[in-house]
């Protein structure tokens, strides 16, 4: 299983960023997708997740109203769009799969929010 974030960077507050997670390794159309995220100094948190066909979807209420979860089956890429940033948005952005029990993650993609 490997999962590899990109699109982060440096955003001005009140920007927006687009990630992604390239995913191989398993059978991604039939996997629920997470992303957490972790500030610094701060536990991991749950920020989105979707469904294998993509029908439910479920958001953080710290983030709510500014994220949309996607994940395109045929590029076996979850995607994360990120509106209307602030500064408390910074943190390590990390992609995740349950399987069989086993938790896996990717190295992660750093998001920063400052004027």
């Known amino acids: 299983v490997q999962l590899v974030e990109s699109g982060g960077g440096l955003v001005q507050p009140g920007g927006s960023l687009r990630l992604s997670c390239a995913a191989s390794g398993f059978t991604f159309s039939s996997a629920t997708m997470h992303w957490y995220r972790q500030a610094p100094g701060k536990a991991r948190d749950l920020v989105a997740r979707?469904?294998?066909?993509?029908?439910?979807?479920y958001y953080a209420d710290s983030m709510k109203g500014r994220l949309t979860i996607s994940k395109d089956n045929a590029k076996n890429t979850l995607y994360l769009q990120m509106n209307t940033l602030n500064p408390e948005d910074t943190a390590v952005y990390y992609c995740n799969v349950v399987l069989s029990g086993i938790n896996y993650w990717g190295k992660g993609t750093l998001v920063t929010v400052s004027s």
């Open positions: 979707i469904t294998s066909a993509g029908g439910h979807t």
